[in-house]
Structures are given as structure tokens and as C-alpha cells.
T-cell receptor
């Protein structure tokens, strides 16, 4: 079945450091890929998405490229801030089937220190 | 534009009781999905409704049920509560049911079963 695997956290960085959170997926067909972020006590917010191979999603300095050949969608940011501290979830949906079921990775907690 | 509204935000129930959670989607959105988030199992899909019809269901026992009204508002019900049902329940709304449509999440209802 479809699944998403993320690197385990927590990831602890100093402010202005470079961030990479690895995400790989297993899916039939051509899924859409997403990164969601969850701040403490909040629901999920869409950070970025990519709907086909080689698409690059970007938002708020975060980027991720849909790599079909390596079935990956790694999240990167060049310079993190304390306000980026949150839990990040990689997710996919299937285009076929006509439904919006999201399959999430386990989440990666990021802690950024001043 | 108002976001996804979930009520109540917090609930404490006793084992064996039942509970109803409510979700009001973004205006114009016709798809509502529900997810359960626990530290052990992460984010798991419960079910999706579109135009008052359940389109997809996750792997949860029959104690978990839901419905959608003509105004797209949705409720989920859990009967005969168990301690393991303690979780954050998240509702997401989408404009359509295609797999690459962005899902907007509410802040969730935190259910504690004692």
C-alpha cells in the first residue's frame, strides 16, 4: 500500500542553520506530495505541495522537489529561524480514485535555538 | 474568509460514553475529512464525506461514524469510548475531491477518555 517515511526527530538546529528533512514515499500511480506544519496546540497548515514529477514547491523559504526517480520529497530551508520550531509532516494523496485521503509520515519535530 | 471550525476544542469523557464532534468547513468547500492524531499511531485517516455521502473510510471500528449535512457541516461520533480513543481529532475541508486539492485543517478537538 501507499506509505510515507520521514527521518526521525527531533532535529535541533541553531538559528540560521541549513535544514533538511528527508521524506520518501511508496505509492502506486502518480501521487501529489505535500508538506504540512503543526505548531504547538494547533492543527495542520499546508506548507507546500507538488503535483507531478520535477515540480518544486516553495513557501516561506522552504522548498521541496518531487523526485520520482528516487521517490523522495525532501524539505529544505537555507536559514531557519526560531519561529520555524514545529512538527513537519510529509504526506501524499493519490490522484486517481477521486478522494482526498492524505497519508502522512510520522512527523519530524524541529527545534531551533537562538 | 473563515477557516475550518471545530467544536468543542477540548472534551473529557468517561469510558463507555459516546461523543459527537463537529466541523464547519470553509464556505464553498464540499469535502470534509476526519483524522485521528495520537503519539503512538500518528495521523490516521478516519473518513471523508462529499455532498453528504461517505466516499472513503479508514481502518477504524464501527464505533466511529460520521455524517455530513446539506450545508457541508460534518459531525463524527464515537460510541462506547475506550481509553485508546484519547486523541486529537482533526477535520479538513477541501473544495473538491481530486487528490491534488489543498486540504485546510481546523485546530482540532482534543478528546480525553478517563
Amino acid at each position: 500500500g501507499n506509505s510515507v517515511t520521514q527521518m526521525e526527530g527531533p532535529v535541533t538546529l541553531s538559528e540560521e542553520a541549513f535544514l533538511t528533512i528527508n521524506c520518501t514515499y511508496t505509492a502506486t500511480g502518480y501521487p501529489s506530495l505535500f508538506w504540512y506544519v503543526q505548531y504547538p496546540g494547533e492543527g495542520l497548515q499546508l506548507l507546500l505541495k507538488a503535483t507531478k514529477a520535477d515540480d518544486k514547491g516553495s513557501n516561506k523559504g522552504f522548498e521541496a522537489t518531487y523526485r520520482k526517480e528516487t521517490t523522495s520529497f525532501h524539505l529544505e530551508k537555507g536559514s531557519v529561524q526560531v519561529s520555524d520550531s514545529a512538527v513537519y509532516f510529509c504526506a501524499l494523496t493519490q490522484v486517481s480514485g477521486g478522494y482526498n485521503k492524505l497519508i502522512f509520515g510520522a512527523g519530524t519535530r524541529l527545534a531551533v535555538h537562538p | 474568509k473563515a477557516g475550518v471550525t471545530q467544536t468543542p476544542r477540548y472534551l473529557i469523557k468517561t469510558r463507555g460514553q459516546q461523543v459527537t464532534l463537529s466541523c464547519s468547513p470553509i464556505s464553498g468547500h464540499r469535502s470534509v475529512s476526519w483524522y485521528q492524531q495520537t503519539p503512538g499511531q500518528g495521523l490516521q485517516f478516519l473518513f471523508e464525506y462529499f455532498s453528504e455521502t461517505q466516499r472513503n473510510k479508514g481502518n477504524f471500528p464501527g464505533r466511529f461514524s460520521g455524517r455530513q449535512f446539506s450545508n457541508s457541516r460534518s459531525e463524527m461520533n464515537v460510541s462506547t469510548l475506550e481509553l485508546g480513543d484519547s486523541a486529537l481529532y482533526l477535520c479538513a475541508s477541501s473544495r473538491t475531491i481530486t487528490g491534488n486539492t489543498e486540504a485546510f485543517f481546523g485546530q482540532g478537538t482534543r478528546l480525553t477518555v478517563v
